[in-house]
């Protein structure tokens, strides 16, 4: 399976030109900035056209119109928000933790975890000026301890886009936006 991983784009979703062939679409939050009712119905109707089979996504610290949200009425049957529940698609299953939802509720057999923030000390160091660290020391108590946890997909550290793998896990940063509000990455593609 391919995930398209994509995060923090801020309002600035229709200047993501370059997106890749895959099977799911993950975004793992802060695609609005001030958190409106009108930038999140931009962002679900530009998210729902997609070419994907799936999409999934969940809030991030900018969403917070939907911090607290259950679902969303309406939504397509393939789109996907994952706040504090699972899905299972082709057999994998993903399970999203909206913007701080972690604490014990992270089910052990989820493959795919979708977070807005990283855990702490990975690919969260960083801000405009070099400084910070944005991940959380919940996500970082529990990630490890998940026995079937193949990815872990999140943002909100601009500065450390990136991937590594630590114990057999693949932790992916897709922040495509940086902290002047331009988008200088495209989405990660990871294959599981």
């Known amino acids: 399976m391919k995930i398209a991983h994509l995060s923090d784009t801020h309002n600035l979703h229709n200047e993501v030109k370059l997106l ?3 099977d799911v679409a993950v975004h793992s939050g802060d695609f609005t900035n001030y958190g409106t009712d009108d930038e999140i119905l931009d962002f679900i109707n530009w998210f729902a056209a997609l070419p994907y089979r799936h999409k999934i996504f969940v809030c991030g610290n900018h969403d917070f119109n939907l911090w607290d949200a259950d679902n969303i009425e309406d939504l397509p049957r393939n789109v996907h928000f994952l706040q504090d529940r ?13 913007f701080m939802h972690y604490a014990c509720r992270i089910p052990s057999n989820v493959q795919v975890l979708i977070t807005h923030e990283p855990p702490r000390g990975i690919l969260d160091r960083e801000d405009s000026c070099g400084i910070g660290e944005y991940g959380s020391d919940e996500i970082c108590q529990q990630v490890f301890d998940l026995p079937a946890l193949r990815l872990h997909l999140f943002g909100h550290s601009h500065g ?5 793998t630590e114990q ?4 992916s940063n897709a922040a495509l936006a940086d902290d002047f509000g331009n988008i ?7 294959e599981i």
């Open 86 to 98: 699972a899905v299972v698609i082709d057999g994998v299953k993903f399970y999203g933790a909206g």
């Open 160 to 164: 450390n886009y990136g991937q590594k």
């Open 184 to 190: 200088v990455h495209t989405p990660r593609v990871i």
């Open 168 to 171: 057999g896990i693949i932790f």
């Open 20 to 22: 890749p062939e895959a």
